[in-house]
Structure formats: structure tokens, C-alpha cells
């Protein structure tokens, strides 16, 4: 239970940070308009993604360990039903911010991209020893950056972070539930 009320309340403080930036800048959203095509291609980004994850997780140890400690402790204590908030809350409130609103306020092109990318891989810093989990989280950010720019649609990344969010806590939770059972 204090898992999902960290995570409803980040996203509280990210869509407030989010709006107070649009209320004192004059940015322009990035539009989110309905198209089963965008909502398509942000799920094969998800996947993509996630199947990407699987391989980095399977070959880099730094990156193993650092998404071992964070899932862990996010994923650890939820029950199936909260993975959906997993993938929802931050998949809605971090691309609104990082995407919908920081992207276009730096710039719509590479450095926009870049610093947005950062800024993500920041917010999912754990600690010095977790170094890897940003750095992937940065590579994230610029292929959510990228596909938002390139689709010109913000359902695209988001879509695409849920999809990631809630496969990826599906899987580690499956496969370390198992692990878990067989000790």
C-alpha cells in the first residue's frame, strides 16, 4: 500500500510540475489526440523495449543488479492488480512532464531530446551502485523523446511506457515469485 501512495503522489508532484511549468512559460503541449495507429506503434515501441530490457538484463550484471534492487523494491511488495498503476501513474505523469511539456519548452530536436532523456534518467536515480538503471533510463528517455518527436503524438510514448511498465513488472514478478517458490 505505501508503494502505490509513493507512486500516486509522484505523480501528483510530476503533473503539478508539469503545470506549473505551462502556466509560467509559454509552452506548447505536445498534442494528444486518439489514433489507433499511434496507440499501435507506442505498444511495438513498449515491446521493443521491453525485449531490449530482457537482453541488457540477461548480458549486462551492473544493469541486472541495479534493476534487481529497484524492482524489488517497487514490484516486490505490489499484488498483480497494482501492476496496472505501475504501468498507468507513471507512464501518464512522466511523459506529460518529460515529453508533453519539458521537450517542447528545451526544443523540439536532438538537444531537447537529449536533456529531456536525461532529466528521465535522473528521476529514476537509486543510488550511486545503481548507475546502469540511469543510464538505460536515459536511453529510454531518448527513444520515448524520438518516438513523441517523430509521431508529433504524445500517445506514442505514453503508450509506449505503460506497455513497458506494466510487461517489464510482469515478468520480473513472475519469474522471481518462481525463483522465490523453488528456494
Not at 93 to 101: A, H, K, N, P, Y
Not at 127 to 140: E, F, K, L, Q, R
Request: charged share 10%; proline share 2%.
Amino acid at each position: 500500500m505505501q508503494i502505490l501512495l509513493a507512486m500516486g503522489l509522484t505523480a501528483i508532484v510530476l503533473l503539478c510540475v508539469a503545470r506549473l511549468w505551462l502556466l509560467f512559460d509559454s509552452v506548447q503541449l505536445l498534442s494528444t489526440r486518439w489514433s489507433a495507429i499511434d496507440l499501435l506503434v507506442g505498444v511495438a515501441i513498449g515491446l521493443g523495449i521491453s525485449g531490449a530490457s530482457s537482453i541488457v538484463y540477461r548480458f549486462w550484471k551492473n544493469y541486472r543488479q541495479s534493476a534487481d534492487y529497484y524492482l524489488a523494491l517497487i514490484v516486490s511488495p505490489l499484488v498483480w492488480m497494482d501492476l496496472v498503476w505501475l504501468g498507468l501513474l507513471p507512464g501518464l505523469s512522466e511523459e506529460l512532464l518529460f515529453r508533453g511539456v519539458m521537450l517542447p519548452a528545451i526544443g523540439l530536436n536532438g538537444f531537447g531530446i537529449f536533456i529531456s532523456a536525461l532529466c528521465f534518467g535522473v528521476l529514476h536515480f537509486s543510488g550511486a551502485n545503481h548507475w546502469a538503471y540511469v543510464a538505460w533510463a536515459v536511453t529510454i528517455g531518448l527513444v520515448l523523446g524520438f518516438s513523441a518527436l517523430a509521431s508529433g503524438n504524445l500517445l506514442v510514448p505514453i503508450a509506449a511506457h505503460v506497455t513497458t511498465n506494466l510487461l517489464s513488472s510482469c515478468i520480473w514478478k513472475l519469474t522471481h515469485q518462481t525463483v522465490e517458490a523453488n528456494s
